[in-house]
Antibody, heavy 121, light 108 residues
Framework: QVQLQESGPGLVKPSGTLSLTCTVS????????WSWIRQPAGKGLEWIGR???????EYNPSLKSRVTMSVDTSKNVFSLKIDSVSAADTALYYC???????????????WGQGTLVTVSS | SYELTQPPSVSVSPGQTATISCSGD??????ACWYQQKPGQSPVVVIY???RRPAGIPERFSGSNSGNTATLTISETQAMDEADYYC???????????FGTGTKVTVL
């Protein structure tokens, strides 16, 4: 059973950089698309972007200028960085897998439990 | 940017049918999926590729997608179905996943 676990600082200062890592267990990062999704408290889901195991990325156009994703297949992890954060970036951040690469199906079949990131001084 | 719109809330009596809509331009030309999210939990897919149910999802969950609207139907709704539901599609124009605005289903 594939499991995903987000980790990283829970508090980031305004104008700083948010950095999160998702550790994948029970499966390999290789051969799959991996996404980051966030959810402000009491609000809906927002897709941030995705990375393929080869390193190819696609980002939400609304966040593209501030987002960088990377993958380390040797450690079976992938990561998210968001620059120049503000209070609007405060949210529960999820990592998730899409089975698209293996099946062409574009949805998220495995999710992490989420990690809360608060942007505050 | 591509947008998916859902009603904020739907109320249903136990045993009755709940219908949740998801509207977007020519959504019927894309595949839609649906997630259930209970308080404090991560979303779980209940329908993918418009009509397909993942293993372990009860048959009372069904989906359809045509024109500008995708629909999630919960038949014989149970108290355990009370949750937030989100539709999602892939927008090839921007190479982006898009989520709907979300619908809170209340089982009265």
């Amino acid at each position: 059973q594939v499991q995903l676990q987000e980790s990283g600082p829970g508090l980031v200062k305004p104008s700083g950089t948010l950095s999160l890592t998702c550790t994948v267990s029970g499966g390999s990062v290789s051969g799959h698309y991996w996404s980051w999704i966030r959810q402000p408290a009491g609000k809906g889901l927002e897709w941030i972007g995705r990375i393929y195991s080869s390193g190819t990325t696609e980002y939400n156009p609304s966040l593209k200028s501030r987002v960088t994703m990377s993958v380390d297949t040797s450690k079976n992890v992938f990561s998210l960085k968001i620059d120049s954060v503000s209070a609007a970036d405060t949210a529960l951040y999820y990592c998730a897998r899409s089975p698209e690469a293996r099946s062409g199906k574009r949805y998220f079949d495995y999710w992490g439990q989420g990690t809360l990131v608060t942007v505050s001084s | 940017s591509y947008e998916l719109t859902q009603p904020p809330s739907v109320s249903v009596s136990p045993g009755q049918t709940a219908t949740i809509s998801c509207s977007g331009d020519n959504l019927g030309e894309k595949y839609a999926c649906w997630y259930q999210q209970k308080p404090g939990q991560s979303p779980v897919v209940v329908i993918y590729e418009d009509t397909r149910r993942p293993a372990g999802i009860p048959e009372r969950f069904s989906g359809s997608n045509s024109g500008n609207t995708a629909t999630l139907t919960i038949s014989e709704t149970q108290a355990m179905d009370e949750a937030d539901y989100y539709c999602q599609a892939w927008d090839s124009g921007t190479a982006s996943y898009v989520f709907g605005t979300g619908t809170k289903v209340t089982v009265l």
